[in-house]
């Protein structure tokens, strides 16, 4: 493997007796970098073993901010051209065209990335681009209900689950995004009455995370929880017997929205003002490599985007389902409109 340690050397020889051989093709040849600052708001271990083996392959250091999406966008907003950040990672589309959208990322301007990831999970700029894959599905109580029932999730506003469906907040990313998409796919009109119906049948007012709403059907307080898949796997292969035995009471569903699983990703932009763009490019793209990618998703549960990766455990025995062919990027531009709809509804 090539190391930017040779680049350095070169960069030496730059400064003491004029032009050298620059390395070819890197916009930013140089200067090269031999660190990339990447702000994150994942909390894995599995992430850190990822940093440090993209370290070893490339001679590049990782130095990593952790925080939650909203306080890293603060934070990147308050530093402005000063800030360090090359790379910003977070999971669902709609939190990284948030990104996008206050003038903070740039194009990645990776042809691997656009060979490796399908248009639909990358942004139609290149700004951002999917890592992982999550599928945002329901976890029930199979005594009460059977899953051809929940078939499509058009059905759980269906009276018959009359205090019946438990859900987390609307303010969450993750049902914004999963609102945006019914939005897009059934029109406005749709989308309003779905969330109305939901809200009519929840068994208590939002709170908690997907994980809080799955040991709410265990314990019997609802038979239906909209849930990220990955929460429920993570419960079923969990060194706790009492977590495990949370899942062995639930089942996991994969109702359609209108034609496809809602999918979204973790995801990875290039920031606006990326001291080390080059060092951030390969980053990213050692992130989408079979090595990056089995790491990345090995703790979180999450689905590899590339394919060929070895899935995680307890992903393997989940059924096949058909993904929704949504372009991911549209989900933005729904945000708002989604969080009117929930307000309206009365969805917490
Ligand atoms: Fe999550």
Not at 2 to 10: D, F, N, P
Not at 275 to 293: D, T, V
């Amino acid at each position: 493997m090539r190391r930017l340690i040779v680049t350095t050397a070169s960069l030496v020889l730059v400064a003491c007796s004029g032009p050298a051989e620059p390395p070819a093709g890197t916009p930013d040849a140089a200067t090269p970098a031999l660190e990339v600052n990447v702000y994150s708001a994942r909390h894995y271990d599995s992430d850190r073993a990822l940093y440090d083996a993209f370290e070893a392959e490339t001679g590049i250091s990782v130095r990593v901010r952790e925080a939650n999406a909203a306080q890293l966008l603060e934070t990147v907003r308050a530093e402005g051209e000063n800030s360090p950040a090359d790379v910003l990672i977070t999971a669902d589309a709609g939190a990284l065209w948030r990104f996008k959208e206050a003038g903070l990322t740039q194009p990645i301007a990776s042809a691997r990335v656009e060979d490796t990831v399908p248009a639909r999970y990358r942004d139609g700029d290149g700004h951002w681009t999917g890592l992982a894959l999550r599928a945002r599905v329901v976890a029930y109580d199979p005594q009460a209900v059977s899953a051809e029932d929940i078939a499509t999730l058009g059905a759980l506003a269906d009276e018959r689950f009359d205090g019946e469906i438990c859900v987390r907040s609307s303010s969450n990313i993750y049902n914004l995004s999963l609102l945006g998409e019914i939005i897009l796919r059934d029109g406005v009109d749709a989308a309003a009455r779905w969330a109305e119906s939901l809200a009519s049948n929840m068994a208590r007012d939002p709170q908690g995370g997907d994980t809080a709403q799955i040991e709410a059907v265990a314990a019997g307080l609802c038979s239906i929880a909209i849930v990220n898949h990955y929460y429920w796997v993570r419960l079923a292969t969990s060194s706790s017997q009492a977590q495990r035995e949370v899942a062995a009471k639930t089942a996991l569903a994969f109702p359609a929205v209108n034609g496809g699983v809602h999918v979204n990703v973790t995801g990875a932009a290039m920031a606006r003002h990326a001291p080390s763009p080059e060092a951030a490019r390969r980053f990213i793209e050692y992130l989408l490599s079979q090595e990056g990618q089995a790491m990345l998703v090995s703790e979180t549960r999450e689905f590899p985007i590339v394919e060929g990766v070895t899935l995680p455990a307890g992903l393997d025995t989940l059924p096949e389902f058909t993904r929704s062919d949504l372009d991911l990027g549209e989900l933005g531009e729904t945000q708002a409109t989604a969080q009117r709809l929930f307000d309206r509804a009365g969805w917490n």
